[in-house]
């Protein structure tokens, strides 16, 4: 088949793959960004107690119209990046420690793919590192469009490998 292969270094070893489609990898995208939604409406909370959806909307008018000063705005500003530095650190280190560990985030585990190497073997703790962090939560933000073709690179891809994956050496996997 055109979406499997069989790899192996040794004669007893010998596995076969299926290589997860992009359909599949993109459910699991979509079940982590609700998983981590969730979470990230949390820890606004506790940072933002009186929050409202108009929060940041209310708070630019109020400084522009003159009822809280610069300070009070610095403040609230210097807040807003405590926050998004530290969820930034708490969704990476998560990356690292469940994808290294198990080899999948929990949208991966719930649709059922897992990471690999390109040899079939679970990756490393630097492999996930490279892979989330890196390349995932550094590198594609800063080249958006570039990175958006880089997750379609997997549609024509032999092994259904995005830039992610062929940077980290890692392929994805049905289980």
């Known amino acids: 088949m055109e979406n ?14 299926k290589y997860a489609n992009l359909f599949f990898r993109l459910l699991a995208l979509i ?16 940072f933002f107690p009186f929050a409202n959806p108009d929060y ?10 003159g009822k809280i000063d610069f300070s009070d705005a ?7 990046f405590i926050f998004l530095v530290i969820f930034f650190l708490i969704f990476s280190l998560y990356k690292i420690l469940v994808v290294g560990k198990f080899g999948a985030s929990l ?16 990756i490393s703790f630097r492999t996930a590192f490279i892979r989330e962090v890196v390349v995932k ?22 092994r259904k490998q995005t ?13």
């Open 4 to 17: 499997q292969e069989i790899i192996g270094n040794n004669q007893n070893i010998v596995k076969e793959l």
């Open 31 to 46: 079940i982590d960004i609700f998983i981590f939604w969730c979470i990230y409406s949390i820890t606004f909370r506790i």
């Open 56 to 65: 940041f909307e209310n708070l630019i008018n109020n400084f522009y119209s």
């Open 74 to 80: 610095f403040v609230i500003i210097i807040k807003t």
């Open 107 to 122: 949208g991966k585990m719930i649709v059922g793919i897992k990471i690999l190497d390109e040899n079939g073997n679970r």
């Open 137 to 158: 939560q550094i590198i594609y933000p800063i080249f958006f469009f570039i990175s958006f073709l880089g997750y379609l690179w997997a549609i024509w891809d032999k």
């Open 163 to 175: 830039w992610h994956d062929k940077i980290a050496r890692t392929i994805v996997i049905k289980e």
